[in-house]
């Protein structure tokens, strides 16, 4: 059973930077197996969206709207990803959850409704 634990978020001012992980247990993400793991947010009252997936053959894939300003990492040792974020605006305040899908097949990067996996989620605020 895949398990996904979130950790970090809070609050910080604009401007500020942030670093969320997510540590997953059960997701097989060795060297030539087939997965996506990423990092979803939602605001109040918006629909949860995609911040960005990272699958298998070491892609990532990021929304524009944090592009150049946040950055996903995984340390495979510890099958861990990571979401820094840099140069936070208000905007960027939300729920932020880890979510995973193995044996994901298409080419398209995975909208949420794909994801299998999710953790509970951790709050970041961005105060102005």
């Known amino acids: 059973q895949v398990q996904l634990a979130e950790s970090g978020g809070g609050s910080v001012q604009a401007g500020g930077s942030l670093s969320l992980s997510c540590a997953a247990s059960?997701?097989?993400?060795?060297?030539?197996?087939?997965?996506?793991m990423g990092w979803f947010r939602q605001a109040p009252g918006k629909k949860r969206e995609r911040v960005g997936i990272a699958n298998g053959n070491g892609n990532i894939a990021y929304a524009d709207s944090v592009k150049g300003r946040f950055t996903i990492s995984k340390d495979n040792a510890k099958n861990t990803l990571y979401l820094q974020m840099y140069s936070l605006e208000p905007e960027d305040t939300a729920m932020y959850y880890c979510?995973?899908?193995?044996?994901?097949?298409?080419?398209?990067?995975?909208?949420?409704?794909?994801?299998?996996?999710w953790g509970e989620g951790t709050l970041v605020t961005i105060s102005s």
């Open positions: 059960g997701l097989i993400t060795a060297p030539g197996y087939n997965y996506c």
């Open positions: 979510a995973a899908v193995q044996n994901y097949y298409s080419d398209y990067v995975p909208s949420a409704y794909a994801m299998d996996y």
